[in-house]
């Protein structure tokens, strides 16, 4: 799961056609990709995901215009050019759920990891907050976008919902365990040691190289640490192991 991506508003429209390019494309509207993994002939298998029975852009107006922050002098505050209005969420099962599946297979698969996943985020940000989302077949590995507006008590409040690392690592501890509770099986703790951060794009095209490369990586840091342990605890029975005997 990744939440690094901030939309701002001028950012909208373009994070918009990039999630939601099925529901354009098979409305007419052609788009041009920076993303040159995206297969245009595979876009009509993604899936949009409706909020509410209104598609993203009514839901990100209507939830806009209930922003009411104010100042200490109760005046209205203007929104600022700057502000994050969007916390675009990328997530995606490991790829070893996927393994020896058909397309249909996975497509059934990654489906069902949509809808079990949008009950967490609306439950995590509230309903309101959660835009809408899509599926995208159409790229390397499937995964799953999530359109949050991180409001509360009529403002936009980022530090509610998104205050540091601490705070992200639990966020993907309860996602990992309510979805372990919908017939799941993903490890509740971290999985890899210090695992280096990639952009959105470059995961999602590369998830196979990198997750093979993090696996390896653990394993071989895990794998010191338990000859070390081992080592510190060896050394501690053969100090130790008299004095223990004297006292039986």
């Known amino acids: 799961m990744d939440v690094s991506a901030k939309i701002k508003k001028t ?3 373009g994070y918009g056609n990039h999630v939601f390019r099925n529901s354009l494309e ?3 509207k052609i788009l041009n990709h920076s993303n040159q993994n995206i297969k245009k002939s595979e876009t009509n298998e ?4 409706v909020i509410g029975k209104k598609d993203f852009n009514q839901r990100f107006e209507e939830r806009l215009a209930t922003y009411n922050s104010v100042t200490k002098t109760r005046k209205p505050r203007k929104l600022r050019s700057d502000a994050v209005l969007i916390r675009g969420i990328v997530t995606q099962p490991s790829n070893d759920v996927f393994e020896g599946l058909s397309r249909q297979e996975i497509k059934k698969k990654m489906t069902d990891f949509s809808k079990d ?6 439950n995590e940000f509230g309903f309101d907050n959660v835009l809408g989302g899509s599926t995208h077949f159409d790229e390397s590995n499937p995964h799953l976008h999530i359109a949050v507006m991180p409001m509360f008590d009529g403002k936009l409040n980022q530090k509610k919902y998104f205050t540091g690392p601490q705070q992200l690592r639990e966020m993907h501890s309860r996602y990992r365990e309510y979805m372990n509770g919908l017939g799941w099986s993903f490890d509740t703790e971290n999985k890899h040691e210090d695992s280096k951060h990639y952009k959105d794009s470059d995961y999602k095209r590369n998830a196979k190289a990198i997750e093979k490369a993090r696996d390896e990586y653990t394993a071989d840091k895990r794998g010191m640490k338990a000859n070390m342990k081992a080592e510190v605890h060896s050394e501690l029975v053969t100090e130790l192991e008299p004095n223990i005997k004297a006292h039986i």
């Open 46 to 49: 993604n899936i949009d995901w």
């Open 11 to 13: 950012d909208v429209k």
């Open 26 to 28: 098979s409305r007419g």
């Open 117 to 122: 996943s949008f009950g967490f985020f609306i």
